[in-house]
């Protein structure tokens, strides 16, 4: 069984910073493509930030120079540092994890296999 676990989401305000975590456990295909999404009320899930398995990052055009991914050697722990934050990241932040080798992704939901419960993240204007 895969469990992923977000944390670090909190409420702060505009212009602030914010890192998140998310830990993995029993979590084997450690090579695999893992991202972050979010999701605000009343609207869509959209990816934000991803690493594939050739350690490419991508991100979406909102966050990109403000987010950035990482991940620790073993990829067990997943990390989003979220710089100059804006009401508009405010929502539910979900960790993903895809389970197959030589992993490429667009960012879309359906290319992963495994997901956190989420971690909330609210920013005031």
């Known amino acids: 069984q895969v469990d992923l676990v977000e944390s670090g989401g909190a409420s702060v305000q505009a212009g602030g910073s914010l890192k998140i975590t998310c830990k993995g456990f029993?979590?084997?295909?450690?090579?695999?493509?893992m991202g972050w999404f979010r999701q605000a009320p009343g609207q869509e899930r959209e990816g934000v930030a991803h690493?594939?398995?050739?350690?490419?990052?991508s991100y979406a055009d909102s966050v990109r120079g403000r987010f950035f991914i990482s991940s620790d050697n073993a990829k067990d722990t997943l990390f989003l540092q979220m710089n100059n934050l804006k009401p508009e990241d405010t929502g539910v932040y979900y960790c993903a994890a895809a389970d197959r080798s030589g992993c490429r992704t667009r960012g879309l939901s359906y290319e992963y296999d495994y997901w956190g419960q989420g971690t909330q993240v609210t920013v005031s204007a």
């Open positions: 029993g979590y084997a295909n450690k090579r695999s493509c």
């Open positions: 690493i594939d398995s050739f350690a490419f990052k």
